[in-house]
């Protein structure tokens, strides 16, 4: 097959673990024999570099979706509303353009907010080509979150009827299923690259290491929604109050204002020097760190769609101490032990990770079966892809679908330009000569948007505001 996989992020613009497992899904789908093109965003500004893989065909026709200089926020542009929640006409030429040239068999959306998500699905549907979203992010609640005065719901629902869903856990499906349903969804867990994490012998830590401390490790991204400074504040009460000889090592990027907050904590619980942070490592040299730690703890968050981290953590040959609601919990057999009932209170962190260390012949017996249980579920190449190749062939099969099923392409773009110039013409009305903030955009837009549906028909709501916008211009 010919997989074009579109994404708004991808190496070397890397935030966190959406961008690398869509990497990762391109890499596997090529290496089992079908032609990759992945579409996503232009970069600019300054960003954390991750090396890319060279053998997968790359192309950044997309607007840049993060300005890297601020941060990982949205680029502030008159029409950033409508990339993250709406309709961007240009991106939907660009890939109307792509489809139109390349001829994909199907069209694998991994994350299109930012790029304007409800337009880049319209031209999806609108070509006729089979459309998969894989899902490890609550879509809707981006689209919902992101209106500007004219709500874009209704088509967000219509389109998603005429697509096929991959989701990576029941929650992750369940949260993406609040503003209609896909024609077709189906769970799969996230993947795995097995073969690239080193091996190592399962139950290498028998009590308390001889030679020094117990090196307990949380990685990925480093934020406060992840719960890592409760991880640190857990630290202290392990050395004082538990008297352990634990030390914390931290991996992943950490801004500067947070880095000094967690600095900060482990200060005040008497820990500071049982915190190491190593800042971001790419995959090998990650793998390499963390064949030396004994066991990690990962909180993640209660909204995490999967969160490869933790299984990365139980193929290293580690118990993994994980947040009760996070996604990746439903690949965990279900009577694991090392489960966060409340992941932000560190003291049950810290029993929980006292009950790791000190009950000896449990921890070796789970180190000595986990790797091999998530192995059967995550292993990306040898059972997740297969996975997804064999659910997209049977909806091929099934298929058949008539170019009259599908809204034609230049009526979905007729209509794209259309809702994009009413929202701008909505902002100038409001009398923002930038985008305005977001709370201010949603309240406003929602009342607008509330009471020209009550008394005004559709056909004349963007006369109306295009009228405004004229004598605004000659007003000013």
């Known amino acids: 097959m ?3 996989f579109v994404t708004n992020l991808f190496p070397p613009h890397v935030i966190g673990g959406y961008e ?19 579409a996503t965003s232009m970069s600019f500004g300054s960003l954390r570099k991750h090396s890319c893989r060279p053998d997968i065909d790359v192309r950044q026709i997309f607007e840049p979706v993060f300005n890297y200089a601020s941060g990982d926020r949205l680029y502030q542009r008159p029409v950033s509303y409508a990339g993250q929640g709406g309709v961007n006409p240009g991106n939907c ?4 353009e792509l489809i139109r040239s390349w001829r994909p068999d199907v069209i694998w959306v991994h994350n299109p907010l930012g790029l304007g998500p409800v337009g880049i699905l319209e031209t999806s549907a609108a070509s006729g080509v089979l459309t998969v979203v894989h899902l490890m992010d609550e879509l809707d609640e981006g689209i919902r979150s992101s209106q500007l005065g004219f709500e ?5 629902a219509a389109v998603k009827r005429r697509v ?5 856990s029941s929650g992750t499906l369940q949260a993406n299923s609040r503003i209609g349903r896909y024609a077709s969804a189906t769970v799969i867990p996230g993947g795995v690259e097995i073969d690239a994490i080193p091996c ?3 139950g290498g830590m028998a009590g308390l290491p001889p030679g020094g401390p117990v090196r307990m490790v949380s990685f990925g991204q480093m934020k406060s ?16 109050q538990m008297k352990l000889d634990v030390e914390l090592h931290l991996i992943g990027n950490c801004a500067g204002d947070f880095d000094r907050a967690l600095c900060g904590i482990a200060a005040s619980a008497g820990c500071a020097a049982a915190l190491h942070r190593h800042g971001y490592k790419e995959k090998p040299n990650l793998h390499a760190l963390l064949a030396t730690m004994h066991l990690a703890v990962l909180p993640l968050n209660e909204h995490e769609a999967f969160g490869l981290v933790a299984p990365e953590a139980a193929v290293h040959g580690m118990c993994v101490a994980i947040g009760c609601n996070a996604g990746c919990r439903e690949v965990f057999p279900a009577d694991y032990p090392y489960i966060l009932s409340a992941r932000d209170d560190p003291q049950a962190i810290a029993m929980t990770v006292h009950r790791m260390i000190t009950n000896v012949a449990e921890r070796r017996a789970w180190e000595a079966s986990l790797a091999a249980h998530i192995a059967e579920q995550c292993d990306l190449d040898r059972v997740v892809m297969p996975r997804c190749l064999r659910y997209i062939e049977t909806i091929r099969a099934r298929t058949t ?13 007729e209509r794209t330009i259309a809702t994009w110039q009413m929202n701008r013409n909505l902002s100038h009305l409001l009398g923002e000569k930038e985008a305005a903030p977001e709370d201010k955009q949603r309240r406003l837009g929602r009342r607008i948007n509330r009471l020209l549906r009550r008394v005004v028909p559709p056909a004349i709501q963007y006369q109306l505001k295009t009228t405004a916008t004229k004598f605004r211009r000659r007003a000013g």
């Open 200 to 202: 190592r012998q399962a």
């Open 225 to 240: 929604h992840k719960g890592v400074q409760h991880v640190v504040s857990a630290l202290g009460i392990l050395r004082k």
């Open 2 to 4: 010919r997989i074009l």
């Open 164 to 168: 096929h869903a991959i989701a990576c």
């Open 93 to 96: 030429l660009a890939f109307q």
């Open 20 to 38: 690398l497992g869509c990497e990762m899904h391109a890499a596997s789908a090529q290496r089992a024999g079908h032609q990759v093109l992945v």
């Open 401 to 413: 679908a008539r170019p009259s099923d599908f809204l034609p392409a230049e009526e979905a773009m």
């Open 152 to 156: 874009l719901s209704g088509r967000w």
